[in-house]
């Protein structure tokens, strides 16, 4: 079973302010006895989910909104 989890990029270059935001479930699984403590631990992946730029869609707008 793989765990997703979100990754707040703060929209900059700069990888220093980007953080772990607070809805994230975190683990760790239950061991599964391999005594490799490190597969516990929970998200397996991050991607982003903060304020993610995606196009608006209204063909109304200027082209400068996001959603």
Same mark, same amino acid.
């Given at each position: 079973?793989?765990?997703?989890?979100?990754?707040?990029?703060?929209?900059? /270059? @700069?990888?220093?302010?980007?953080?772990?935001?607070?809805?994230?479930?975190? &683990?760790?699984?239950?061991? !599964?006895?391999?005594?490799?403590?490190?597969?516990?631990?929970? /998200? @397996?992946?991050?991607?982003?989910?903060?304020?993610?730029?995606?196009?608006? &869609?209204?063909?109304?707008? !200027?082209?400068?909104?996001?959603?």
């Amino acid at each position: 079973m793989i765990a997703v989890g979100a990754w707040n990029v703060a929209r900059s /270059p @700069d990888p220093d302010d980007d953080s772990w935001p607070s809805f994230n479930n975190t &683990g760790p699984r239950d061991s !599964d006895q391999d005594l490799d403590a490190a597969d516990e631990l929970k /998200p @397996d992946l991050l991607a982003p989910g903060v304020d993610v730029l995606s196009a608006n &869609g209204d063909l109304g707008t !200027d082209g400068t909104s996001w959603r």
